[in-house]
Nanobody, 119 residues
């Protein structure tokens, strides 16, 4: 079992930065990958970023490349999503998820944190 809790969401203006955190418990954190997803109002959930258990490999959806950075601190059992130059279209509920076997299929999900970007 893995428990994930996101935090750090809020209301920001376009162009601002925000860092989301994903705090994990349960299985040893370094043994699984973590992904960030988001779901905007009225839209399907979409993949944002992924980081391997050792932090060496990262992947991003095209729309956030160059603006978002995924990272992790295995000593703190926490993954992060640094979001720079936020745009209105980044408004969504953001979720982190655990990928236990490295298949980019996610087994456990957090409850989400809301990010609202205003003009």
């Amino acid at each position: 079992q893995v428990q994930l809790v996101e935090s750090g969401g809020g209301l920001v203006q376009a162009g601002d930065s925000l860092t989301l955190s994903c705090s994990a418990s349960g299985r040893p954190f370094s043994l699984y990958a973590v992904g960030w997803f988001r779901q905007a109002p009225g839209k399907e959930r979409e993949f944002v970023a992924h980081i391997s258990g050792d932090g060496k490999f990262t992947y991003y959806t095209d729309s956030v490349k160059g603006r978002f950075t995924i990272s992790r601190d295995n000593s703190k059992n926490t993954a992060y999503l640094q979001m720079n130059n936020l745009q209105i279209e980044d408004t969504a509920d953001y979720y982190c998820a655990a990928d236990l076997i490295g298949s980019r299929e996610y087994d456990y999900w957090g409850q989400g944190t809301q990010v609202i970007v205003s003009s």
